[in-house]
Every structure is written in structure tokens, then in C-alpha cells.
């Protein structure tokens, strides 16, 4: 009886682990379409100040040396865009997603030099 409330325990726990960062069913690191046009943001940078402002947030002291970005990069499908002020100048209309990837992440996606994470755009096909 003991070890099978201890599996049923630890089953509980690591299928938490599994759903972090995520709230209430969607990742906490991704903006939906529908979050977009809700938010009534004119602009990739208003859309994101509105809904989650943690991904515009500064990073701190990234490296020893401090000469890489502490804020993150700024990609549109998968092209490099600019940087964190790029934003500006993208059209909360043409837009179906935003996603934050964290240093770890933007790393084995787009290779060294996004120590600060990236910022993901995904325009509307």
C-alpha cells in the first residue's frame, strides 16, 4: 500500500515537471494569434508589453567579459531581424505567433551569440 502511494506520488510530481511553463494548458513562452489580436497592440513591441512584458525584460551581466547582449535578439521566421528595438517596426496584424527562447534554447536553435535569448516572430501564410 505504501510503495503504491509512493508511485502515485512521484507520478504526480514528474507529470508537473512536464507542464512547466505552462499556464493553464498553453506554453507561458509563446503569444497565440489570438492573444495578439486581443491585446489590441499596434506593433510586435506593443503586443508584447501588453501580454507578457517578462520578454522584453534585461538579463543581467551575461558573460564574464560582458560584451554579449543581455536582451534578446529579435528573428521573423527564422531570419535574423535585429535587435529588441526591431520590434517597432513589426505589425501586430501581420503576426500569428511570438515566442521566447531562453539563452539555452536560442542557442541550439540559432547557434552561439544569443546569450540574451530570442525573440521569434511568426508572420500569418
Same mark, same amino acid.
Given at each position: 500500500?505504501?510503495?503504491?502511494?509512493?508511485? /502515485? $506520488?512521484?507520478s /504526480? *510530481? $514528474?507529470?508537473?515537471?512536464?507542464? =512547466?511553463? %505552462?499556464?493553464? &494548458?498553453?506554453?507561458?513562452?509563446?503569444?497565440?494569434? =489570438?492573444?495578439?489580436?486581443?491585446? &489590441?497592440?499596434?506593433?510586435a +513591441?506593443?503586443?508584447? %508589453?501588453?501580454?507578457?512584458?517578462?520578454? /522584453?525584460?534585461?538579463?543581467?551581466k551575461?558573460?564574464?567579459?560582458?560584451?554579449?547582449?543581455?536582451?534578446?535578439?529579435?528573428?521573423?521566421?527564422?531570419?535574423?531581424?535585429?535587435?529588441?528595438?526591431? $520590434?517597432?517596426? *513589426?505589425? =501586430?496584424? %501581420? $503576426? =500569428?505567433?511570438?515566442?521566447?527562447?531562453?539563452?539555452?534554447?536560442?542557442? %541550439?536553435? +540559432? &547557434?552561439? &551569440?544569443?546569450?540574451?535569448?530570442?525573440?521569434? /516572430?511568426?508572420?500569418?501564410?
Amino acid at each position: 500500500m505504501a510503495r503504491t502511494v509512493r508511485i /502515485l $506520488l512521484l507520478s /504526480l *510530481v $514528474l507529470g508537473a515537471c512536464t507542464h =512547466a511553463g %505552462q499556464k493553464g &494548458g498553453r506554453d507561458s513562452n509563446v503569444i497565440s494569434e =489570438a492573444e495578439i489580436d486581443a491585446s &489590441g497592440g499596434t506593433t510586435a +513591441y506593443d503586443v508584447i %508589453q501588453k501580454v507578457r512584458s517578462n520578454f /522584453l525584460s534585461d538579463r543581467g551581466k551575461t558573460t564574464i567579459m560582458g560584451a554579449a547582449p543581455n536582451k534578446p535578439s529579435v528573428f521573423v521566421d527564422g531570419v535574423h531581424f535585429g535587435e529588441i528595438s526591431a $520590434l517597432r517596426s *513589426v505589425s =501586430a496584424r %501581420q $503576426l =500569428a505567433s511570438i515566442r521566447l527562447y531562453r539563452a539555452w534554447e536560442a542557442q %541550439q536553435k +540559432y &547557434g552561439s &551569440g544569443f546569450v540574451g535569448g530570442v525573440i521569434e /516572430l511568426t508572420t500569418r501564410k
